[in-house]
């Protein structure tokens, strides 16, 4: 992986992901470390992101290295009209490697093919955002004990959630069954169905989040937006039947465990916070190690 | 409508290339595939044409012009069924029929109005997936995103 940019989830192979989760696992057990002395790390964020930029500060701080750069474009060069080539060309003079958010699709490769140092693609547009998928790899693993023959339950918007993409090409290397709980108008997209179909996997959709959420290793919830629906009314009346509630809860398994990529809304009622098969605000402790993982294994220090 | 009858509509040639069996709703976009219309060589055309395996069929007959393989398999996405004549002293001397290629760079626009190549000054790569046995999609290298070469929009 060194010197390798991150783009996709799928530039990364099956070996390439346990290594990454691996060396997660020594960062977790060991979270400050002088790793990254004397490493300057770029954070472009042509588009704002709370968390995403500041677990990737807060991984690289813990390490000992250095930040640059900015947290919306509107404190960046772009505002005078520069290219996204003469911002990254420039940049690349200044640091060791560039941690990138930006509204287009395709802009993180694009970046990856101009600068001389590698790019990490913390999410381009409605694309791609593979330190998620990481950190969600990890969660799963860290909870299960293997990412192996699980059963996963993915529960919202599965049309436009690039998070619930990037995780089901990810988990299929791993023999994982299915389950798709979304409205119609939200459902999963032919081509990932068609995905699966060719790699042998099994799935099942269902419109209702019902009783079948008992066979859940891994309950996968994501935001339904407003803005994907055309009619309001629709939305108003979609968004309170995908709610996780506390008391749905009671016939799941013991090992399972409730994943959100966070910001949520509404779809995971507030009193499932304390039920110990909530694990959404670990996950977002666990993208700190991940991506301390990413960063130094690209950097060829570990 | 005869073979004979054909030839009167488009006037043969005596050397160049025959382009035949495109699709007659794609004529125009194989033109600007081809950048025929830049060209200063002679070039007739007949569109509407009977065809038994496309119903309606367009052709191209180019003097004096010969095409490299990189160059005319541009055309397959939309043509794939195109057969080329290779024309010397009226007679064909060679028969060719156009490969869909693996990869295709700068002839056509992504169809995701949010892909960078939209937005900025970056070149589009597509990787040339089989969608099924007839037809294949266009994976974008940037967005990755799938345009279908039917909706194609070509530079």
Same mark, same amino acid.
């Given at each position: 992986?060194?010197?390798?940019?991150?783009?996709?989830?799928?530039?990364?192979? @099956?070996?390439?992901?346990?290594?990454?989760?691996?060396? %997660?696992?020594?960062?977790?057990? *060991?979270?400050?470390?002088?790793?990254?002395?004397?490493?300057?790390?770029?954070?472009?964020?042509?588009?704002?992101?709370?968390?995403?930029?500041?677990?990737?500060?807060?991984?690289?701080?813990?390490? $000992?290295?250095?930040?640059?750069?900015? %947290?919306?474009?509107?404190?960046?060069?772009?505002?005078?009209?520069?290219?996204?080539?003469?911002?990254? @060309?420039?940049?690349?003079?200044?640091?060791?490697?560039?941690?990138?958010?930006?509204?287009?699709?395709?802009?993180?490769?694009? %970046?990856?093919?101009?600068?001389?140092?590698?790019?990490?693609?913390?999410?381009?547009?409605? *694309?791609?955002?593979?330190?998620?998928?990481?950190?969600?790899?990890?969660?799963?693993?860290?909870?299960?004990?293997?990412?192996?023959?699980?059963?996963?339950?993915?529960?919202?918007?599965?049309?436009?959630?690039?998070?619930?993409?990037?995780?089901?090409? %990810?988990?299929?290397?791993?023999?994982?069954?299915?389950?798709?709980?979304?409205?119609?108008?939200?459902?999963?997209?032919?081509?990932?169905?068609?995905?699966?179909?060719?790699?042998?996997?099994?799935?099942?959709?269902?419109?209702?989040?019902?009783?079948?959420?008992?066979?859940?290793?891994?309950?996968?919830?994501?935001?339904?937006?407003?803005?994907?629906?055309?009619?309001?009314?629709?939305?108003? @009346?979609?968004?309170?039947?995908?709610?996780?509630?506390?008391?749905?809860?009671?016939?799941?398994?013991?090992?399972?465990?409730?994943?959100?990529?966070?910001?949520?809304? $509404?779809?995971?009622?507030?009193?499932?916070?304390?039920?110990?098969?909530?694990?959404?605000?670990?996950?977002?402790?666990?993208?700190?190690?991940?991506?301390?993982?990413?960063?130094?294994?690209?950097?060829?220090?570990? | 409508?005869?073979?004979?009858?054909?030839?009167?509509?488009?006037?043969?040639?005596?050397?160049?290339?025959?382009?035949?069996?495109?699709?007659?709703?794609?004529?125009?976009?194989?033109?600007?595939?081809?950048?025929?219309?830049?060209?200063?060589?002679?070039?007739?055309?007949?569109?509407?044409?009977?065809?038994?395996?496309?119903?309606?069929?367009?052709?191209?007959?180019?003097?004096?012009?010969?095409?490299?393989?990189?160059?005319?398999?541009?055309?397959?996405?939309?043509?794939?069924?195109?057969?080329?004549?290779?024309?010397?002293?009226? @007679?064909?001397?060679?028969?060719?029929?156009?490969?869909?290629?693996?990869?295709?760079?700068?002839?056509?626009?992504?169809? *995701?109005?949010?892909?960078?190549?939209?937005?900025?000054?970056?070149?589009?790569?597509?990787?040339?997936?089989?969608?099924?046995?007839?037809?294949?999609?266009?994976?974008?290298?940037?967005?990755?995103?799938?345009?279908?070469?039917?909706?194609?929009?070509?530079?």
């Amino acid at each position: 992986m060194k010197n390798r940019s991150l783009i996709s989830i799928n530039d990364y192979s @099956k070996e390439d992901i346990t290594k990454v989760l691996d060396l %997660a696992e020594e960062f977790e057990k *060991n979270p400050t470390q002088s790793l990254l002395e004397n490493k300057v790390i770029g954070t472009l964020f042509f588009e704002p992101s709370t968390r995403t930029r500041l677990s990737f500060e807060s991984a690289v701080n813990r390490l $000992n290295g250095r930040i640059i750069g900015f %947290a919306s474009k509107d404190s960046s060069s772009v505002q005078k009209g520069e290219s996204l080539k003469d911002t990254i @060309k420039t940049v690349n003079n200044y640091c060791d490697l560039i941690v990138m958010r930006h509204p287009l699709e395709g802009s993180a490769r694009f %970046a990856s093919e101009v600068a001389d140092i590698p790019v990490v693609n913390a999410g381009d547009g409605a *694309n791609q955002h593979p330190t998620q998928t990481l950190l969600d790899l990890y969660s799963i693993r860290k909870t299960q004990g293997t990412l192996e023959n699980l059963n996963v339950f993915l529960i919202g918007d599965l049309k436009y959630g690039r998070t619930v993409h990037s995780l089901l090409m %990810a988990m299929s290397n791993f023999n994982t069954t299915f389950n798709f709980i979304s409205p119609e108008e939200l459902k999963l997209p032919d081509e990932y169905k068609m995905y699966l179909q060719d790699k042998g996997l099994e799935y099942e959709e269902h419109i209702d989040i019902t009783d079948n959420i008992n066979n859940a290793d891994i309950i996968y919830m994501t935001r339904i937006q407003r803005e994907r629906f055309s009619d309001p009314m629709e939305y108003e @009346k979609t968004k309170n039947s995908y709610v996780l509630k506390n008391d749905m809860l009671d016939g799941t398994k013991e090992n399972m465990k409730i994943l959100h990529p966070l910001p949520r809304v $509404n779809e995971i009622h507030e009193d499932v916070d304390e039920n110990k098969k909530s694990y959404y605000f670990t996950q977002a402790l666990n993208g700190v190690y991940t991506r301390m993982a990413i960063i130094t294994s690209i950097l060829g220090i570990k | 409508m005869s073979d004979q009858k054909k030839k009167l509509l488009v006037s043969a040639i005596e050397n160049g290339t025959v382009i035949d069996h495109i699709p007659a709703n794609h004529l125009f976009k194989v033109i600007s595939i081809l950048g025929l219309d830049s060209l200063k060589k002679q070039i007739t055309f007949g569109t509407n044409l009977e065809s038994k395996k496309l119903g309606h069929k367009a052709i191209i007959k180019l003097s004096e012009v010969y095409f490299k393989d990189e160059d005319i398999n541009k055309i397959a996405l939309i043509a794939p069924h195109a057969k080329l004549n290779i024309i010397h002293n009226f @007679k064909v001397t060679d028969k060719r029929d156009v490969q869909v290629p693996e990869k295709i760079k700068g002839i056509a626009k992504c169809g *995701n109005p949010k892909c960078i190549t939209n937005n900025d000054n970056v070149n589009t790569i597509f990787y040339v997936l089989p969608k099924d046995s007839e037809k294949v999609a266009l994976k974008c290298h940037y967005c990755e995103k799938i345009t279908d070469p039917e909706d194609m929009e070509v530079f």
